[in-house]
C-alpha cells in the first residue's frame, strides 16, 4: 500500500512538473528564492529509486517533492535526496528547481453572479391526503 501510495505521490508530482503550460503559467525558481519570499513548506514526499524508476530510467538516486504554499500560489520541488538532506546550497539555489503555479488573478477571473432573487414559495397541495394517512 505504501508503495502504491508513493508511486501516486510521484506520478502526481511528475504530471504537475511535466505538464505543458503557457510561458504565462509556467515559472520557474529556486527553492532558496521561494523561501526568501516567504512560502511555506507544506509538504516532503520521498520517493524511492525503484518508484522514482517507474517513471524513469534517468533516475540514479532516491528523490524528494517538496511542495511549498504562499497564499493562493503552489510551488513543487522536485530534489535528489542527498541534495536535500544534506541542504546543498547549490542545488537548492538552481533557478529551475521548482515550478510554480499561481491562481488566476482577481482581474482575470469571471466576475461573481449578481445574487438571485428568493425562490416564491411553493404552493400549498390543495387536495387532501387519502383518509387512513397522515399527513
Known sequence: MRSISLGLAFATAAALI????SADERL????????????EVKSVTLIPLEVAKRV?????????????????????CYIAFANWAFMN???LDSATLC???????????APAAAPSEPAAAPAEATTPPASGTTP
Open 18 to 21: 511535466s505538464a505543458p503550460a
Open 28 to 39: 520557474q525558481s529556486s527553492f532558496t528564492a521561494l523561501v526568501g519570499k516567504g512560502y
Open 56 to 76: 524513469t530510467e534517468k533516475v540514479k538516486t532516491d528523490n524528494v517533492v517538496v511542495t511549498l504554499q504562499k497564499q493562493e500560489t503552489v510551488a513543487v
Open 89 to 91: 546550497k547549490a542545488s
Open 99 to 109: 515550478e510554480v503555479r499561481s491562481s488566476p488573478t482577481e482581474e482575470s477571473a
